[in-house]
T-cell receptor, first 116, second 115 residues
Framework: AQKVTQAQTEISVVEKEDVTLDCVYETRDTTYYLFWYKQPPSGELVFLIRRNSFDEQNEISGRYSWNFQKSTSSFNFTITASQVVDSAVYFCALSVPNTNAGKSTFGDGTTLTVKP | DVKVTQSSRYLVKRTGEKVFLECVQDMDHENMFWYRQDPGLGLRLIYFSYDVKMKEKGDIPEGYSVSREKKERFSLILESASTNQTSMYLC??????????????FGNGTRLTVT
C-alpha cells in the first residue's frame, strides 16, 4: 500500500520569508511518480510539478524549488521569498502503476498562510 | 486548457435523499476520478473510471455509486444521503497512456451539506 505523509498541518510565515513544505512517501513499487498540487481558496487543485522515481534531479521554477531524495523517501517543496498569493493548501501525491488507471494517493495537505 | 466542470458549487440535501453530483471534462480524457476532501484527511478516492461504462472502487466506496455513460461525463451518486457524507467532493480527469504519470486536472469542487 502507498502512503504520503505531510507532517506539517499548518504553517504561517511573514511575506518574503522562505518556507519548506515536507513530504515523505512510502511505496514498494520501484517505479512511481510524485506530484505537488496547490489548492487556493477558490478550491480548484492546480498541478505544480511531477517527478518520476528515476529522476532525482532537483528542479527550480521561479520562486519554487523541489528536492527529491529517494534515500529518505522525501519530496520537499520550498518557496523562496514567499508572497501573500502563495497562501493555499498544498498537497503532495504519489502515483503508482495500476491495471486500469494510475491511482494517486494524497497526503493530508499543508495549509500555508503568508501574512503581509 | 483542460476544463473539468462540476455542475454545482454548493448543494444542500436532506438525509435519505438520492443525490447526483455531475462532472464533465472537455479534453477527451479516458480516466476520471471522484475524491472527497475532509479537514485533516486529505483527499480520499471514492471511485474512478478508466473508460466508458468501466469503473473501479477506490478507497472509500461505501454509500456511493458512479455512472459513466459517456466519455466526458462521470456522475457520483449517493443512494441515500447521510450526514457523514457532508464533505467537499472533487472530480478529476487525466489521459490514458502513461496515465499514472500524468497529472490530474481538477474541477472546482462541490461542497455538499446533508442535513
Amino acid at each position: 500500500a502507498q502512503k504520503v505523509t505531510q507532517a506539517q498541518t499548518e504553517i504561517s510565515v511573514v511575506e518574503k520569508e522562505d518556507v519548506t513544505l515536507d513530504c515523505v512517501y512510502e511505496t514498494r513499487d520501484t517505479t512511481y511518480y510524485l506530484f505537488w498540487y496547490k489548492q487556493p481558496p477558490s478550491g480548484e487543485l492546480v498541478f505544480l510539478i511531477r517527478r518520476n522515481s528515476f529522476d532525482e534531479q532537483n528542479e527550480i521554477s521561479g520562486r519554487y524549488s523541489w528536492n527529491f531524495q529517494k534515500s529518505t523517501s522525501s519530496f520537499n517543496f520550498t518557496i523562496t521569498a514567499s508572497q501573500v498569493v502563495d497562501s493555499a493548501v498544498y498537497f503532495c501525491a504519489l502515483s503508482v502503476p495500476n491495471t486500469n488507471a494510475g491511482k494517486s494517493t494524497f497526503g493530508d495537505g499543508t495549509t500555508l498562510t503568508v501574512k503581509p | 486548457d483542460v476544463k473539468v466542470t462540476q455542475s454545482s458549487r454548493y448543494l444542500v440535501k436532506r438525509t435519505g435523499e438520492k443525490v447526483f453530483l455531475e462532472c464533465v471534462q472537455d479534453m477527451d480524457h479516458e480516466n476520471m476520478f471522484w475524491y472527497r476532501q475532509d479537514p485533516g484527511l486529505g483527499l480520499r478516492l471514492i471511485y474512478f473510471s478508466y473508460d466508458v461504462k468501466m469503473k473501479e472502487k477506490g478507497d472509500i466506496p461505501e454509500g456511493y455509486s458512479v455512472s459513466r455513460e459517456k466519455k466526458e461525463r462521470f456522475s457520483l451518486i449517493l443512494e441515500s444521503a447521510s450526514t457523514n457524507q457532508t464533505s467537499m467532493y472533487l472530480c478529476a480527469s487525466r489521459p490514458i497512456g502513461g496515465a499514472w504519470g500524468s497529472p490530474l486536472h481538477f474541477g472546482n469542487g462541490t461542497r455538499l451539506t446533508v442535513t
